[in-house]
């Protein structure tokens, strides 16, 4: 009888994070499969750590849902958003609002909803043929037990004459029996349902615009999704860092997000830390900097790991460039100094150009990175993992010889054959964004030109599917490492287990249909966040020198000895990193 697990509890802010944490639990769903008893195809990875379980109801089957907390703008998603944060209103609820204060005519205007994905109609076909199955094998099973009942009672009745026999009719016309029947017929077919599922996959590179169009792991509605009251999508704007703060100021609305936070915090046995996915080139940046420091402030010692992503832009304006430089600044000194692991995603596949796609190849990376903090510690083939690790371990070992939280990600997705390792570290792509940063462009494999000769402070690999033999492949690594130009810790975990691929997952490796792959990650603390970090900084001084981004500060309140500060603190990042003296 193993123990519980420390239990992880994950955070999603903004409408692009939110997208790829729908991915992600699409991965984890596939992974460890349904509660109709679907077997699971990843059994090295202990799903408690970030599930927890609820009950359905009096004879029904536990669920097992994500602890999770999605935080988005009201009406940018099709699942019920603001059950705890008070971000829904419906017309019904505005109409009994509006009559305390009003006792006139009320007439409430909606806004048609928009049409869900072909996939989510499926999932919902599907979801009603379960629950009428259901229902129907629950009235079978209960006219078999009550039958010798039934019997008894009719002959009791028959003593009664016309009477009982009355009462017999009427009886059998609402039995269970007769009522199974009856629902017999609103039971979908199986078949149906599997090729509208494939037809609505195939169709979410044009169908996917929220992130709903697209999940299908089941999410605790009331306590897992929290909108940002009053404020709504493509009505609002939501896209600097300081609109984020304002937000929870104006609305006071810090009490219910430490609320929401907290309830899932105390679901765990054992608290292992927090996993944050933030979109923080917008006011979710704001919004989950003020939850991090109420994390900080509640769960002391409790460690932080945030993964920034953003959306990508294709033909972005001046405006939102230099919107995104000032979001970027904020976001590598306010996040980065209160997370224990702060590492920066983009997708590592250049033909990733929408959001659905884009924050699939983030998926992959996030699901492959935080492989250790999620591994069993107990198993009985000893040989099927090795590396394993809390999440508190894994940041310490990133961040004990490095000045700051800040690491930078590569990606090898699908893995080639780790038999030859020289080919098998040349495959590694870089999944950091370098918007802003000036590379030098190379023919052939780029990824890693202008990072080869920057000493590593401390890596961590991680290895999913890619070999067979674990000791092995521990000698074969250990002779490439020592071929390395810089010495470092590195730390490794490996799973023989690859990555699900699940359903509506869009298909990044060609036009092939794969159920897993063989992925690796590489996590480095080094030299090379010192020249993200210098062009952090040259870019938010230059954002602010324009009219438009000084009116940005001072709407967020950001006076000129603040922002400042700000860039000295970046300057400051940026020379430890890079070796040099403070002065």
């Known amino acids: 009888m193993t123990s519980a697990p420390s239990g992880i509890v994950t955070l999603t802010f903004g409408g692009f994070a939110n997208h790829v944490g729908a991915h992600y639990w699409n991965i984890q769903d596939d992974a460890h499969g349904g509660d109709d008893g679907t077997e699971a ?3 090295d990875v202990d799903w408690r750590v970030e599930y927890a379980e609820r ?4 004879g029904a ?5 994500p602890r999770v907390v999605m935080f988005d703008l009201c009406g940018s998603s099709r699942v019920a958003l603001g059950a705890e944060g008070g971000g829904s209103t419906t017309s019904r609820d505005a109409e009994t609002a509006s009559t305390t204060s009003w006792d006139g005519r009320v007439e409430v205007c909606r806004a048609p909803l928009a049409n869900r994905s072909a996939f989510a109609q499926a999932l919902d076909r599907e979801s009603r043929a379960v629950k009428a199955a259901a229902t129907v094998n629950e009235a079978q099973t209960r006219s078999v037990f009550d039958e010798d009942e039934d019997e008894r009672d009719s002959q009791s009745r028959s003593k009664l004459g016309a009477v009982g026999r009355a009462l017999d009719v009427g009886r059998s016309a609402s039995s269970p029996s007769s009522m199974a029947n009856t629902d017999q017929g609103i039971v979908d077919n199986a078949d149906d349902i599997a090729r509208a599922l494939v037809a609505g996959a195939c169709q979410l590179d044009e169908d996917a615009r929220h992130w709903s169009d697209f999940l299908k792991a089941e999410v605790y509605e009331r306590k897992s999704c929290f909108a940002l009251a009053g404020k709504w999508t493509n009505i609002d704007a939501f896209s600097g860092f300081g609109e984020g703060l304002d ?3 104006t609305e006071d609305r810090r009490e219910d997000i430490r609320e929401s936070i907290r309830y899932w915090a105390e679901d765990c046995d054992v608290l292992g830390g927090f996993h944050i996915a933030c979109d923080d080139s917008s006011g979710f940046g704001g919004v989950c900097a003020q939850a991090m420091e109420d994390i900080k402030d509640d769960y002391d010692g409790a460690p932080i790991c945030v993964f920034s992503v953003n959306a990508p832009r294709i033909h972005a304006q001046h405006g939102e460039r230099r919107m995104d430089m000032l979001n970027a600044a904020f976001a590598s000194t306010v996040l980065a100094d209160n997370a224990d692991l702060y590492c920066p995603l983009a997708a590592f596949d250049d033909g990733c150009q929408s959001r659905f796609r ?5 998926a992959l990376a996030m699901e492959t990175i935080t492989t250790p903090w999620r591994l069993k510690k107990s198993t009985t083939t000893t040989t099927a993992t090795v590396g394993g690790m809390s999440l508190h371990e894994m940041a310490r070992h990133m961040t004990n010889r490095a000045p700051g ?3 930078s990600a590569r990606v090898s997705a699908p893995t ?3 038999a030859d390792v020289d080919a098998f570290f040349t495959s590694f792509q870089s999944a950091t964004p370098n918007e802003f940063i000036p590379r030098k462009r190379t023919h052939g494999n780029d990824n890693d030109d202008d990072d080869a000769d920057l000493r590593p402070f401390a890596e961590s690999f991680v290895f999913r599917g890619v070999v067979d033999d674990i000791a092995w492949s521990s000698s074969s690594f250990d002779a490439a490492f020592a071929r390395e130009l810089h010495r470092c810790p590195r730390a490794r975990c490996a799973s023989r287990a690859p990555v699900s691929i699940p359903l509506p997952f869009p298909k990044l490796f060609g036009h092939r249909d794969v159920t897993n792959i063989p992925i690796s990650t590489r996590l480095t603390s080094g030299e090379s966040s ?4 210098f062009a952090i900084e040259s870019n938010a001084r230059r954002a602010s020198r324009s009219a438009a981004g000084k009116a940005a500060l001072r709407a967020w309140s950001a006076d000129a000895v603040e922002f400042e500060e700000m860039c000295e603190n970046l300057l400051t990042q940026a020379r430890a990193f890079a070796g040099e003296d403070d002065e």
Not at 55 to 58: P, S, V
Not at 358 to 362: E, G, K, T
Not at 530 to 533: P, S, T
């Open 41 to 43: 195809r990843v059994v």
């Open 247 to 249: 937000w929870i100021s």
């Open 416 to 418: 080639p054959d780790a």
């Open 55 to 58: 009950e359905r109801g009096a």
């Open 61 to 65: 089957n536990a669920s097992y849902v």
């Open 358 to 362: 884009a924050s699939a190849a983030c």
């Open 530 to 533: 010192a020249r993200v970090l």
């Open 405 to 407: 939280s800040r690491v």
